[in-house]
């Protein structure tokens, strides 16, 4: 069965303190892996798509990596406009064209300044 | 360019009525996914509808559906509301399992 599993489920880090989240998934036939961010209330933000075991994205403060069971969210001296719900999403192949994303619970990041 | 629009958003409404919620995708676009977000569920998937078609379907009621018109457009409704449907919903748009843009969602309160 597909699953996903994101860790922490919260963190509150000092401005300026750099982690990672990490997401955990098993599922069949990845096509791709989903980052987004949510701010309360709202929906989803897109903030990457990895594709490949090895691969690696940048955006302002974030990097995001995959290997064949785990993605990585790196946060590198955070703001506190860094607060946000981080989720993570893997693409099984379904039957056809029937592809679905398999959702985390998300970690929710505070970032202290 | 446009993003997704989600309309209402907010809505209220008493067990046992029925509630229309309309979702807008960014032009060009043919793919909707409908969620439905609660806080110790997190996103659960509804269905997707591609070209008028529902392509994939998750795990709710019947009393789910939705549909989607010529112009990519769709809606959903849920029929007989029960205080478990309080929730936020959202709809995503992509051009076809690439890079799916949310909108703000309709924060459903069923009272």
């Known amino acids: 069965e597909d699953q996903v599993t994101q860790s922490p489920e919260a963190l509150r880090l000092q401005e300026g303190e750099s982690s990672s989240l990490n997401c955990s998934y098993t599922v069949s036939g990845l096509r791709g892996l989903f980052w987004y961010r949510q701010d309360p209330g709202k929906g989803p933000e897109f903030l990457f798509t990895l594709y490949s075991a090895g691969e690696e994205k940048e955006k302002e403060r974030l990097k995001a990596t995959l290997t064949k069971k785990e993605s990585f969210l790196h946060i590198t001296a955070p703001k506190p406009e860094d607060s946000a719900t981080y989720l993570c999403a893997p693409q099984g192949e379904g039957a056809g064209n029937n592809r679905k994303l398999i959702w985390g619970l998300g970690t929710s990041l505070g970032v202290n300044p | 360019k446009a993003g997704v629009t989600q309309t209402p958003r907010y809505l209220i409404k008493t067990r046992g009525q029925q509630v229309t919620l309309s979702c807008s995708p960014i032009s060009g676009h043919r793919s909707v996914s409908w969620y439905q977000q609660t806080p110790g569920q997190g996103l659960q998937f509804l269905f997707e509808y591609f070209s008028e078609t529902q392509r994939n379907k998750g795990n709710f009621p019947g009393r789910f559906s939705g549909r989607q018109f010529s112009n990519s457009r769709s809606e959903m409704n849920v029929s007989t509301l029960e205080l478990g449907d309080s929730a936020l919903y959202l709809c995503?748009?992509?051009?076809?399992?690439?890079?799916?843009?949310f909108g703000s969602g309709t924060r459903l309160t069923v009272v």
């Open positions: 995503a748009s992509s051009l076809d399992h690439y890079g799916y843009t």
